[in-house]
């Protein structure tokens, strides 16, 4: 199960960090992928963080402004964007990858992910 939390409503060049937390199953085992959909788009792939977390993903919109970590000890994954924009407002989940390391490009595809956490707003307005 995994579980997104931290959205909001900030300032544009304001900044979050996200967290999504795991539980029931071998956190240490998965990669760990943010996503984020905006109304109506389809799901965007935003960033992903191999296990253990020595290589990182992102996508061109986000690169340089935000950075994915994850903290073991409390299986749980953190996105902290910074310079956030109007067009980053979306809901943001975080899902399971179906292995520790995407190879590829494979990390920004959904189908590449077999559990998703519930999805939480980031709103991005003055």
């Known amino acids: 199960q995994l579980q997104a939390s931290g959205g909001g409503l900030v300032q544009p060049g304001g900044s979050l960090r996200l967290a999504c937390a795991a539980s029931?199953?071998?956190?240490?085992?998965?990669?760990i992928g943010w996503f984020r959909q905006a109304p109506g788009k389809g799901r965007e792939g935003v960033s992903c963080?191999?296990?253990?977390?020595?290589?990182?993903f992102y996508s061109n919109s986000v690169k340089g402004r935000f950075t994915v970590s994850r903290e073991s000890a409390k299986d749980t994954v953190y996105l902290q964007m910074n310079s956030l924009r109007p067009e980053d407002t979306a809901v943001y989940y975080c899902?399971?990858?179906?292995?520790?390391?995407?190879?590829?490009?494979?990390?920004?595809?959904?189908?590449?992910?077999?559990?998703w956490g519930q999805g939480t707003l980031v709103t991005v307005s003055s």
């Open positions: 899902a399971r990858f179906l292995g520790t390391y995407p190879i590829a490009g494979t990390w920004a595809n959904p189908f590449q992910y077999d559990s």
């Open positions: 029931g199953f071998s956190f240490d085992n998965y990669a």
């Open positions: 963080i191999s296990s253990p977390g020595g290589r990182t």
